[in-house]
């Protein structure tokens, strides 16, 4: 069974940087794209970031020069590094591990993280 477990998330003044981590089990990490999305209340989830099995990026607008995501398929981890953080970004983080290699379909997701920015 897949688990996906997120840590790092917490309350930071706007400005200030955070560094996500989600650590995967249960199948082969290095070949499946993996990702992060993001839920501020009453809001639909959306996609932040995702990285393919061959390391290949992709980022929504609004975060792109400041949002950082990585993977290291030796310790089964992808990260989500943030900094320039804004009140906006705030909302619940959640990993995600997609079908295939490529990000098109998040199948398993993690229990997600609190991120809030104060102004």
């Not at 070949?31 to 929504?60: D, H, N």
């Not at 998040?106 to 993280?113: K, L, S, V």
């Amino acid at each position: 069974q897949v688990q996906l477990v997120e840590s790092g998330g917490g309350l930071v003044q706007a400005g200030g940087s955070l560094r996500l981590s989600c650590a995967a089990s249960g199948r082969t990490f290095s070949a499946y794209a993996m990702g992060w999305f993001r839920q501020a209340p009453g809001q639909e989830r959306e996609s932040v970031a995702a990285i393919s099995a061959t390391g290949r990026t992709l980022y929504r607008d609004s975060v792109k020069g400041r949002f950082t995501i990585s993977r290291d398929n030796a310790k089964s981890t992808v990260y989500l590094q943030m900094v320039s953080l804004k009140p906006e970004d705030t909302a619940v983080y959640y990993c995600t591990s997609y079908r295939t290699a490529l990000a098109l379909t998040p199948n398993y997701w993690g229990q997600g993280t609190q991120v809030t920015v104060s102004s």
